[in-house]
């Protein structure tokens, strides 16, 4: 059976997330859609080993490319691959380095850490020339969520087409909370930047080969649902939660003094340089989002130079708008289809 049949008899099949069924669903038949995802790797270009999954049925209309956020591993998405691959597109999607099962970066793999920011944006450049092959003459579009959306726009503002990358291959782009602006409470940003830049520089001199977590951070741990920050959708928080018992290998806790410094400058380069993002951008904000900054956002979309660029909010969401209740999620979902369609 074609991948495109499987995965429209499987969405066929789904339940409303506030039906019990649901659970019994994923564990089911979207695991069965999930077994055909292809998964590759490659190693950069300063030695890591960086996974992905491929979802190509036998004759799709566009790529869609999912760059997932801060502690997210590809497999996540299944989900909104399964959404997209029965809506005719191939899906690519990546795990970033230090999470999913990609190489991680510190003695202590459930540490959220980087070098350099734009080390994950050029991870991201590499892959994208890997796979120029299957793209072939198809539209590409992006899709990407929080922590990915400021990887894929530094991406498109400082490495694509530079540094002996390709150019972009992107026609659209839809951003599911971009972390454009961290919310750094209980502290105020004004003193958040100079205290972990300065947190991050004791720790190199003090323990350089130890990196130390962010204040109040710290090894993964589970929220209970009812006070949970980043889904209304009980059985999806849930499904997800499960992975990381499932999966031990695939868990992130806390980012780094060092992360949250290169994490707080990037998204401020990523709004900066706005101007240079010159495909149309639709970017869903959640009014109910506690982990990122709204204003950055639309300071960000405002400076965009394409008119088919917009805000879209997403009412009653919390952060993980792709991961949300039916009713928030839904026409979350339709806005990028649309979004897409008009071009694939």
Not at 130 to 145: D, E, I, K, N, T
Not at 214 to 239: K, Q, V
Request: hydrophobic share 40%; net charge negative; aromatic share 10%.
């Amino acid at each position: 059976m074609d991948l495109r049949q499987l995965a429209g008899e499987v969405l066929a099949e789904r339940p409303l997330d506030t039906d019990p069924a649901w659970s019994q669903w994923s564990l089911s038949s979207l695991t069965r859609f999930y077994r055909h995802i292809e998964h590759g790797e490659f190693i950069s270009r300063d030695g890591k080993e960086i996974h992905y999954g491929l979802c190509r049925p036998n004759e799709a209309n566009a790529w869609v490319v999912i760059s997932p956020g801060r502690v997210e591993s590809y497999i996540k998405y299944q989900e909104v691959a399964l959404e997209l691959v029965a809506a005719g597109y191939a899906v690519a999607m990546i795990d970033h380095r230090g999470q999913g099962h990609s190489s991680r970066l510190t003695t202590n793999p459930q540490q959220g850490h980087v070098g350099q920011f734009i080390d994950y944006a050029e991870d991201f450049a590499e892959w994208l020339d890997h796979l120029r092959g299957h793209f072939q003459a198809q539209p590409v579009f992006l899709l990407a969520h929080s922590m990915g959306g400021a990887i894929s726009m530094l991406y498109l503002q400082q490495v694509a087409g530079r540094k002996g990358y390709q150019p972009s291959p992107f026609s659209k782009a839809a951003l599911s909370a971009p972390m454009m602006g961290i919310n750094t409470a209980p502290w105020p940003l004004w003193l958040a930047k100079p205290m972990t830049r300065s947190l991050a520089a004791l720790n190199q001199l003090l323990s350089p080969k130890r990196y130390w977590y962010a204040p109040g951070t710290g090894d993964y741990a589970t929220e209970p649902f009812a006070i949970n920050r980043l889904s209304h959708s009980e059985a999806r928080y849930h499904w997800f939660s499960q992975m990381y018992t499932d999966l031990p290998a695939i868990k992130v806790g806390g980012p780094t003094n060092h992360w949250v410094a290169e994490g707080v400058a990037a998204a401020d380069e990523v709004v900066r340089l706005a101007h240079r993002v010159e495909i149309p951008v639709l970017l869903l904000q959640g009014d109910q989002d506690i982990i990122v900054a709204a204003e950055p956002q639309k300071r960000f979309i405002d400076q965009l130079p394409n008119p088919q660029s917009r805000l879209e909010p997403v009412a009653g969401a919390k952060h993980e708008i792709l991961m949300e209740t039916d009713a928030i999620r839904a026409p979350a979902i339709a806005a990028v289809m649309t979004f897409f369609q008009d071009d694939a």
